[in-house]
């Protein structure tokens, strides 16, 4: 049987990892869980007049089994929709506005861009489809030991490329125009990645259909899938920061000494198991590895900086063409790649609770908006933007790979039971992704330390699949 196991970080990844193990390997594994910030990782709220927002983007895809599937076990909720119009704003005039009336909607997409609107919906549809199909695969058991190996048996060769290659590239040649992929497509990539249309095609495609599909979000908010996660394993959290792993063996099997460092000073544990669920790249930790032979390498890659300003103040409606107030229209505003235009995306965000008697205010009213930048706003930047406020939050993270093609994805298995969850970000980042990720490394482990090899890396799955239903 498994002794205990240990997971690197309590954000969603390592509380995903930390249930999954247990669904796998039974109750009686012993899970420590270590955090050296607070459980939900990037997952925070703020707090604005004794209310709490999310200061990431929080909604999720209708098509997300895994995070549709903590909810119900956790017996969360989904918050209460608020309708808002959304609106594309290129520095100098909105490109594209959104009405009320949905049909509206696709005529006004439909005579500006034609059929690329269309192309690029079936272009999404049949990503998504066959990504869908990793749910089938993890219900039979079956796991993969690189980010490859799950992407080949999803999608062929054409699903690995797709990590190599950018979304302009990819759309272009499926006949979506230049213009649409300048004014729409770059919108939608710079709100969600804070990077440009250069985004590879995979992680391109899990952003675009966010922004088409029906999303939901976590009444309460998303951190709320963390502790509850955590807390239904019954895992043990330690508060402390892990400096680092070194190798040692017993009984032919390879042990784990985790070093870690908490405010009552320096210790470590051994463990048969280890899932690192935070990024290993030199840039975000310094993490040590010893008595590995061969060594374990330093991942190559670095992040994008990105900065979220959650700001309670008044919109300056006219910046964006409004004089008077009243009339503007939009809670959501997203950007055109414009060299000038300081800011990717901002949103008239509501509360993590939403009751049955909340409205959003009026666009004259003071509300509170999330703005997403490359850099910290300064004062004229926020005076650009509002006409007063009365408080503005910064949140400043290193939140997404820097997205250059050509590179090789990290590694899943770093060691026999050592495993890498931040790597599925290469692919794309989301919190179904990291969802799918922590379940395919549980499997992976369960999978390793049973010897069964027939459930990892196998070719040709959908055959299978079907002939063992």
């Known amino acids: 049987p498994?002794?205990?196991?240990?997971?690197?970080?309590?954000?969603?990844?390592?509380?995903?990892?930390?249930?999954?193990?247990?669904?796998?390997?039974?109750?009686?594994?012993?899970?420590?869980?270590?955090?050296?910030?607070?459980?939900?990782?990037?997952?925070?709220?703020?707090?604005?007049?004794?209310?709490?927002?999310?200061?990431?983007?929080?909604?999720?895809?209708?098509?997300?089994?895994?995070?549709?599937?903590?909810?119900?076990?956790?017996?969360?909720?989904?918050?209460?929709?608020?309708?808002?119009?959304?609106?594309?704003?290129?520095?100098?005039?909105?490109?594209?506005?959104e009405t009320d009336w949905y049909l509206l909607n696709l005529f006004r997409l439909w005579w500006h861009y034609g059929i690329s609107f269309l192309r690029l919906q079936m272009w999404v549809e049949e990503v998504m489809e066959k990504f869908m199909r990793i749910y089938k695969y993890q219900a039979h058991g079956y796991a993969f030991s690189s980010l490859e190996?799950?992407?080949?048996?999803?999608?062929?060769?054409?699903?690995?490329?797709?990590?190599?290659?950018?979304?302009?590239?990819?759309?272009?040649?499926?006949?979506?125009?230049?213009?649409?992929?300048?004014?729409?497509?770059?919108?939608?990539?710079?709100?969600?990645?804070?990077q440009s249309v250069l985004v590879p095609a995979f992680a391109g495609a899990m952003s675009l259909a966010g922004a088409q599909g029906s999303t939901w979000a976590v009444e309460g908010g998303s951190k709320l899938v963390c502790s509850g996660l955590l807390k239904l394993t019954k895992a043990n959290v330690i508060s402390a920061r892990v400096t680092g792993i070194s190798l040692h063996s017993s009984e032919g099997r390879a042990l784990y000494q985790v070093h870690y460092e908490s405010p009552e000073g320096q210790g470590s544990a051994f463990y048969d198991l280890v899932v690192l669920t935070t990024p290993l790249h030199p840039s975000r930790s310094n993490f040590t590895f010893d008595?590995?032979?061969?060594?374990?390498?330093?991942?190559?890659?670095?992040?994008?900086?990105?900065?979220?300003?959650?700001?309670?103040?008044?919109?300056?409606?006219?910046?964006?063409?409004?004089?008077?107030?009243?009339?503007?229209?939009?809670?959501?505003?997203?950007?055109?790649?414009?060299?000038?235009?300081?800011?990717?995306?901002m949103d008239n965000i509501c509360p993590v609770n939403v009751s049955a008697a909340f409205r959003r205010k009026q666009p004259q009213e003071a509300a509170v908006w999330r703005v997403?930048?490359?850099?910290?706003?300064?004062?004229?930047?926020?005076?650009?933007?509002?006409?007063?406020?009365?408080?503005?939050?910064?949140?400043?993270?290193?939140?997404?790979?820097?997205?250059?093609?050509?590179?090789?994805?990290?590694p899943v298995a770093l060691h026999e039971s050592l495993f890498y969850l931040s790597g599925v970000e290469w692919v794309a980042s989301s919190m179904e992704m990291t969802a799918v990720a922590a379940k395919n490394v549980a499997l992976l482990a369960y999978n390793r330390w049973h010897q069964q090899l027939d459930k990892i890396d196998q070719k040709d799955l959908m055959h299978k699949v079907k002939t063992e239903l």
């Not at 061969?294 to 409004?322: E, K, M, R």
């Not at 926020?382 to 009365?390: G, I, V, W």
Request: hydrophobic content about 40%; proline content about 7%.
């Open 149 to 194: 190996e799950l992407l080949r048996s999803l999608g062929g060769e054409a699903f690995v490329n797709m990590t190599q290659r950018s979304v302009a590239e990819s759309l272009l040649e499926v006949g979506v125009t230049q213009r649409f992929v300048d004014d729409v497509i770059a919108a939608v990539l710079r709100s969600s990645y804070g």
């Open 291 to 345: 008595n590995f032979d061969p060594p374990i390498a330093d991942l190559p890659g670095s992040f994008q900086p990105s900065v979220t300003s959650v700001v309670h103040g008044y919109l300056n409606s006219s910046y964006f063409g409004f004089p008077d107030p009243k009339l503007f229209p939009f809670t959501s505003i997203l950007t055109t790649d414009t060299p000038e235009l300081f800011f990717h995306a």
């Open 372 to 410: 997403l930048s490359p850099r910290p706003l300064d004062k004229p930047q926020l005076k650009t933007l509002f006409r007063s406020y009365y408080s503005v939050q910064v949140a400043e993270w290193p939140t997404y790979p820097r997205y250059d093609a050509a590179k090789a994805l990290p």
């Open 2 to 97: 498994l002794s205990p196991a240990a997971v690197v970080g309590a954000g969603l990844g390592g509380s995903a990892s930390a249930y999954f193990l247990q669904q796998h390997f039974g109750p009686q594994v012993q899970l420590d869980v270590y955090e050296q910030a607070g459980v939900g990782g990037r997952l925070a709220t703020v707090t604005v007049n004794k209310q709490q927002y999310e200061s990431r983007g929080a909604s999720i895809h209708a098509l997300s089994l895994h995070m549709q599937d903590f909810v119900k076990i956790l017996g969360l909720k989904h918050r209460r929709e608020v309708a808002g119009k959304s609106a594309i704003f290129s520095g100098e005039h909105f490109v594209l506005e």
